[in-house]
């Protein structure tokens, strides 16, 4: 398999970690490139159920070089945990996974100014996770964030986060929030600092050792294309570059060494957290959320759901370069007797066929659909094309189309074996 790069085509939880899995049977090395323990990638294999955080679903299969690259930031406590509850599942995480030494670290105060910052905004507030990306992200555009080689090295840890937590103090006492033990947090990161020695790399240096190799390298990216922090709905985005881009400058692999594209997405349209998602619709989200469906991996919480935006998907497919769709969750739609698909929003006489960049003009557009007949059938037994009801191969098709990507992968349920190469 040539060198991939894996983005979301929509508001995230598209099933990336599961089409990501199955990719994996293909590559060498697995990489996230950006975001933070705000992703939750939820894989099934073989009747367990893995939620991923920060490893790279690459862990799953044997004999993966996993990597959390640079772009990535990491809650160090919350890596450890994640490494022994996966250890305590079977999956050995040492010597398979490397962590960048120049990823920046979130730290508590992130997570108490994410929270702060999220209730002072009331009604405004994004919806975040509160696992303190946006602070983390903030610190590190400001010059002020701690690193991975700074975490392991103690001496300079203890100076720097001593000044940190003096300074952010501050800050939270004006929130009129609690102030941090400096020797509280100084001793979980310091634990943590000494566990995740042994994984921490120049991941840079070991990424273009395994392209020399001609190793193939899976780029997975968290969360979608319309939270990215430059072309999402901001400023309901999360703080990193979820698109295409994200998995150049976060791993160090540069621009022309990436060979395709991937994007995934559902056969509808999904969101957890505020801000705007033009096809939301009560019917299909009652429908989905009784059949035990669209419940976050990470916080829990309903997600939104809405019928499948062809506006967002090409728009997404332009940003990104998708060469490859894959369509997630099929049979989530087995029920319906007709299925609407957006393919303009109006806003009042104007017609648009991308998505408009001011968040106050996207709440306001109507979506235009198009019907396309149900199937009424299940599908989550099929595992080829052609076991699929005729319906429900034209409604792909016609996802493809408008979206502009060629269809490679449909995915009928969370196994592995749930996967359709088309
Ligand atoms: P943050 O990334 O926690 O700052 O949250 C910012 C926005 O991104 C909120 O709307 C979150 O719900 C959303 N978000 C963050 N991570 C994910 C994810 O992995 N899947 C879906 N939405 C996410
Ligand atoms: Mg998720």
């Known amino acids: 398999m040539a060198n991939t790069i894996l ?88 010597g398979n996974l490397f962590l960048s030494e120049t990823a920046h670290l979130v730290l508590p105060y992130h997570r108490e100014l994410d929270d702060q910052r999220e209730t002072l905004k009331g009604k405004q507030k994004i919806g975040t996770t509160k696992r303190g990306i946006g602070p983390a992200y903030g610190d590190k555009a400001a010059r002020t964030g701690l690193r991975v080689l700074d975490l392991i090295n103690p001496q300079r840890f203890r100076q720097q986060l001593e000044a940190r937590i003096r300074d952010n103090n501050e800050v939270l006492k004006a929130f009129g929030a609690k102030p941090l033990s400096f020797h509280d947090v100084h001793k979980a990161y310091r634990a943590a600092g000494d566990y995740l020695k042994p994984f921490v790399a120049n991941t840079v240096v070991l990424l273009h050792e395994a392209l020399r190799r001609g190793d193939s390298i899976l780029f997975e990216g968290a969360q979608g294309t319309f939270l990215d922090i430059d072309h999402g709905t901001y400023p309901f985005v999360t703080s990193s570059n979820t698109t295409a881009g994200g998995a150049c400058t976060g791993s160090g692999i540069p621009p022309h060494r990436m060979d395709r594209v991937v994007g995934v997405m559902k056969a509808y349209t999904t969101r957890v957290g505020e801000g705007p998602l033009p096809t939301e619709n009560k019917d299909i989200a009652d429908m989905l ?51 609407p698909v957006c393919v303009a929003y109006r806003d009042g006489r104007k017609r648009y066929d991308y998505v408009p960049n001011d968040v106050e003009i996207l709440a306001r557009c109507q979506p235009v659909y198009a019907e396309f007949p149900g199937w009424r059938a299940p599908t989550s037994a099929a595992r080829k094309w052609k076991d699929l009801p005729p319906k429900a191969r034209s409604y792909l098709k016609a996802l493809a189309e408008l979206t502009g990507a060629h269809l490679a992968i449909a995915s009928v349920g969370p196994g592995r074996e749930q996967t359709i190469f088309v």
């Not at 059949?291 to 990104?320: I, K, L």
């Open 7 to 94: 983005v979301g085509a929509q508001w995230g939880d598209e099933g990336k970690g599961k089409i990501i899995d199955v990719l994996t049977e293909q590559a060498d090395v697995v990489v996230r490139t950006q975001g933070g323990n705000n992703a939750g990638h939820t894989v099934h294999v073989s009747g367990q159920k893995y939620v991923l955080h920060l490893v790279p679903s690459g862990i799953l299969r044997p004999k993966r070089i996993c990597v959390i690259g640079n772009g990535v930031v990491v809650d160090p406590v919350g890596l450890v945990k994640e490494i022994k509850d996966l250890r305590d599942l079977g999956i050995k995480s040492r």
């Open 289 to 339: 959320h009784a059949m035990g469906r669209e419940f976050g991996a990470t916080t829990g919480r309903p997600r939104r759901c809405g019928w499948f935006d062809s506006v967002a998907t090409r728009h997404a497919c332009m940003v990104n370069g998708i060469d490859d769709l894959a369509v997630t969750n099929l049979d989530g739609l087995d029920a319906l007797e007709t299925i």
